[in-house]
Each structure stands twice: as structure tokens, then as C-alpha cells.
């Protein structure tokens, strides 16, 4: 008798062996790559809900600056009722820009790191993805609802708050 011993591989073996293991990698590389572009939108969407929050807090400003500047309880809501239609709002102005066509262009200025809008940005400015639409409604003489888009890509956030004349 005879002992045959088996010293390697057949091919078989080693075309199945080549196969499972393309298989492992083409998977893990197709999840890895889902992973990467889920992140990338919780990203950007973050940003989005980020930007909706900071445009009420300039509202609220707004409002306390109408506050602190009068004596006259009903001039709380002067100027803010003018974005019934939507407005654009970025902490440099002095007042709201009226949204008009699909609105235009956050950027990221390079001195300040805020978000801004810019009529003519620098080199070193960054135009970003997001257009940030507020409106805000007269619900009664104590009461304004303000509601905030922020639009991306082929996106959508909204955030609301309703502010009040706490102040009276």
C-alpha cells in the first residue's frame, strides 16, 4: 500500500478560495463606501438644522434690539413682520434682503468663519451648499411664528419657533 500524501492545493480549491475572498472585499468595500456618504449627509445635515436655529436667534435679537431701543410695547415685532413673504438673514445686516427667485448662496467668510451671505466674496471665501429662507407670520398682536428653511442639494430643513411679547 501506498500513502498518498497532499501537499497543495487543487485549482478548484483555490478558484473558490480567490472567490470568497472577492466577495468579502467587494462587500466591505460597498459598506465602507455607503458609510462614507451616510456620513457625509448626517454632516451636512446637522449644518442645515444648525443654520435654521442660528437664523431664529438673529430674529430673537432683533426683537430684543426693538426692546431695548423703544418705549413703546408695540414696537417689538418693527421690522420682523416685513419677512411674511421670506427674507434672507445673516448677522451683518442691519435689517432683513427679501428671498427672491431660489434665493442665493450661504459662504463661509475666511476672516469671521461665520456664515454670510456675500455680494462679492473673496478668494479665500467659501461658497457653501446651503440657502437659508425665514418667514415670519403675525399669528396676533403678542405672537410671531417663525418658520426657517434651509435648503441643500436636493434637501430640505425647516425648523419653527414662535416668539411672543413676553416683555408688555
Do not use: H
Not at 420682523?80 to 448677522?91: H, N, V
Not at 462679492?120 to 425665514?134: E, M, Q
Request: proline share 2%; aromatic share 12%; with cysteine.
Amino acid at each position: 500500500m501506498r500513502k498518498i500524501l497532499k501537499n497543495g492545493f487543487t485549482l478548484i480549491e483555490m478558484v473558490v478560495s480567490v472567490f470568497v475572498i472577492s466577495v468579502a472585499v467587494v462587500g466591505v468595500f460597498q459598506v465602507t463606501t455607503r458609510y462614507i456618504q451616510q456620513t457625509k449627509f448626517e454632516k451636512e445635515a446637522y449644518v442645515a438644522a444648525l443654520l435654521g436655529q442660528e437664523a431664529i436667534e438673529i430674529i430673537k435679537n432683533f426683537r430684543d434690539v426693538n426692546w431695548i431701543g423703544s418705549s413703546n410695547p408695540l414696537d417689538w415685532k418693527n421690522g420682523l413682520t416685513s419677512c411674511s413673504s421670506g427674507c434672507e438673514i445673516d448677522y451683518d445686516d442691519a435689517g432683513f434682503t427679501v428671498w427672491s427667485g431660489s434665493g442665493r448662496y450661504l459662504y463661509i467668510e475666511k476672516t469671521s468663519g461665520l456664515y454670510k451671505y456675500l455680494d462679492s466674496p473673496g478668494p479665500d471665501d467659501v461658497k457653501t451648499v446651503y440657502r437659508r429662507k425665514a418667514t415670519i407670520t403675525e399669528v396676533g398682536s403678542d405672537e410671531l411664528d417663525i418658520v426657517v428653511d434651509v435648503y441643500w442639494r436636493t434637501n430640505t430643513t425647516t425648523v419653527k419657533e414662535d416668539i411672543y411679547n413676553w416683555k408688555q
